[in-house]
Nanobody
């Protein structure tokens, strides 16, 4: 069973850091799921932030390259997103997601993704 539970959101000032964590089930790792973090800003579509495929290849959205780092801990069944140099425009609801090849960095395909966590809010003030 795919289970996704996010934690770690909160409020921070511009330039600050936050670490998001997604607790998932061992099932996602043993069944070659892709895992990723997505976000939805107010009035916008949900968009990919960073994803990792079953081979461990990580892809980032251009707007977070050099600032965010995605990591997974197979022993703990977690997917973490370390966010640094946060900007007010990073304010959004952040979601952990799982799927197979339907998970890509193409935001047009985001609605196809099958499994989502409940989300965690990140607010960055200027």
């Amino acid at each position: 069973q795919v289970q996704l539970l996010e934690s770690g959101g909160g409020s921070v000032q511009s330039g600050g850091s936050l670490r998001l964590s997604c607790a998932t089930s061992e099932y996602t790792f043993t069944n070659d799921y892709y895992l990723g973090w997505f976000r939805q800003r107010s009035g916008n579509w949900r968009e990919p932030v960073a994803i990792i495929d079953h081979k461990g290849i990580i892809r980032y959205a251009d707007f977070v390259k050099g600032r965010f780092t995605l990591s997974r801990d197979i022993a703990k069944n977690t997917l973490d997103l370390q966010m640094s140099s946060l900007k007010p425009e990073d304010t959004a609801m952040y979601y952990c997601a799982a799927d197979w090849e339907r998970m890509t960095m193409n935001p047009v395909r985001t609605p196809e993704i099958g499994y989502w966590g409940q989300g965690t809010q990140v607010t960055v003030s200027s």
